[in-house]
Antibody, heavy 119, light 114 residues
Framework: QVQLVQSGAEVKKPGSSVKVSCKAS???????ISWVRQAPGQGLEWMGR????????NYAQNFQGRVTITADKSTSTAYMELYSLTFEDTAVYYC?????????????WGQGTLVTVSS | EIVMTQTPHSLPVTVGQPASISCRSS???????????LSWLQQRPGQPPRVLIY???NRVSGVPDRFSGSGAGTDFTLEISRVDPEDAGIYYC???????????FGQGTKLEIK
């Protein structure tokens, strides 16, 4: 079993950036971690994924150049940093883990981090 | 870019009755390894999503057997044989492209208990 615990809620101004953390505890560090966001009352939107073994990220086209996903295996923590925030980035941000290679689905989810962009 | 279309958007169901949600993709989801990485997720109010079904028809451990998934190619279905009050929530289908691995969600189906 893996538990994912995310950092707390953030309030940011337009044009700034936000960095959200996701600490994994349990058996082993997940094979891959994705970040998924959900705007208020809206559906799920995948932002990108990092394969922890290789440290190679890939990003959704909508977020290319505006998001960075990293991981520090020494602390079992993944990070998502989003830049140039606008009001439309107000959302709950989730980290979601694939336990093993070849799963291609999210075995575990963090509790979510609310990011509010407000002037 | 693959587009996932779910129907219906809203699904009122009486307890004990069956329910069915459709998910259609804009192109075939079959990978060259012979697998189709289509999963179904449930999100209850105020909670993160959780996976119910993976690779089209495999139920995750602990998920009640009243949930089943089927389909191939571009058409997929989640069925609930007898709806329980705890099944209220929003259901999403999700696919993964072969390479690069891009994940796409359907827009969601809200199941509500009549």
């Amino acid at each position: 079993q893996v538990q994912l615990v995310q950092s707390g809620a953030e309030v940011k101004k337009p044009g700034s950036s936000v960095k959200v953390s996701c600490k994994a505890s349990g058996d082993t560090f997940p094979y891959a971690i994705s970040w998924v966001r959900q705007a208020p009352g809206q559906g799920l939107e995948w932002m990108g994924r990092l394969i922890s073994v290789f440290g190679l990220p890939n990003y959704a086209q909508n977020f290319q150049g505006r998001v960075t996903i990293t991981a520090d295996k020494s602390t079992s923590t993944a990070y998502m940093e989003l830049y140039s925030l606008t009001f439309e980035d107000t959302a709950v941000y989730y980290c979601a883990a694939e336990k093993d290679y070849g799963h291609f689905y999210f075995d575990f989810w963090g509790q979510g981090t609310l990011v509010t962009v407000s002037s | 870019e693959i587009v996932m279309t779910q129907t219906p958007h809203s699904l009122p169901v009486t307890v004990g009755q069956p329910a069915s949600i459709s998910c259609r993709s804009s192109q075939s989801l079959a990978h060259s390894d012979g697998n189709t990485y289509l999963s179904w997720l449930q999100q209850r109010p105020g909670q993160p999503p959780r996976v119910l079904i993976y690779k089209t028809s495999n139920r995750v451990s602990g998920v009640p057997d009243r949930f089943s998934g089927s389909g191939a190619g571009t058409d997929f279905t989640l069925e609930i044989s007898r709806v329980d009050p705890e099944d209220a929530g929003i259901y999403y289908c999700m696919q993964v492209t072969q390479f690069p691995h891009v994940y796409t969600f359907g827009q969601g189906t809200k199941l509500e208990i009549k």
